[in-house]
């Protein structure tokens, strides 16, 4: 089965610096990778997802980077606000529907001192 | 975006009896939706994958038996923990995708269980 590998798991950086997570994954069989913002007590959000067809994609402050020959992809937040301050988890499973669920990383505490 | 509802949103229960989850899918319809669990400070572990109009697949080492699930609709899916201990506390989270051919998943506000 697949396996999701995230680093850091803890992550400290100034208001207004960039953060950068990044995750391994080891199915070489998946292809669509989501990134979750998830606050204390709440249910995990969709914040920006990749296919393995391209290598980058980019929402305003948020950017998903992609090496499928390395299986290893990144999220870049910029600018960082303290309401980024939350749990970031990766995943990954194979594309072509809604039938499998997701392997999730182990979650990434991003912490934005003002 | 699409919005994935779950009730209770906490319980509290003794030790060895049985509390149902529910989930649903408040504007599009899921034929499918999973089922996870979360202990404090993990990640989110898959239980088992709900059907509509099928039976519930789970993942290696979860117990069917103990988590009981239903797809009684193309909007909900329940989760009953039967005879729970307090090892079975946990957030348990859903979510749904759009449907066939969509890789988004969208995510319930979760259900804390107590088991005391």
């Known amino acids: 089965g697949e396996n999701v590998e995230q680093h850091p798991s803890t992550l400290s950086v100034q208001e207004g610096d960039s953060a950068v997570i990044k995750c391994t994954y080891s199915d070489s069989a998946s292809n669509y990778f989501p990134w979750y913002k998830q606050e204390l007590g709440k249910g995990p959000q969709l914040i920006i997802d990749?296919?393995?067809?391209?290598g980058e994609k980019k929402d305003q402050r948020i950017a998903v980077t992609l090496n499928k020959t390395a299986k290893h992809f990144s999220l870049h937040i910029t600018e960082t606000q303290p309401e980024d301050s939350a749990v970031y988890f990766c995943a990954a499973k194979e594309s072509g529907g809604g039938a499998d669920g997701l392997t999730f990383g182990k979650g990434t505490h991003l912490i934005i001192q003002p | 975006g699409a919005v994935v509802s779950q009730h209770p949103s906490r319980v509290i229960c003794k030790s060895g009896t049985s509390v149902k989850i529910e989930c649903r899918s408040l504007d599009f319809q899921a034929t499918t939706m999973f089922w996870y669990r979360q202990f404090p400070k993990q990640s989110l572990m898959l239980m088992a994958t709900s059907n509509e109009g099928s039976k519930a697949t789970y993942e290696q080492g979860v117990e069917k038996d103990k988590f009981l699930i239903n797809h009684a609709s193309l909007t909900l899916s329940t989760l009953t923990v039967t005879s729970a201990h307090p090892e079975d506390s946990s957030f348990y989270i859903c979510s749904a995708p759009l449907g066939q051919g969509y890789n988004e998943q969208f995510f319930g506000p979760g259900t804390r269980l107590t088991v005391l």
């Open positions: 990749i296919r393995s067809n391209v």
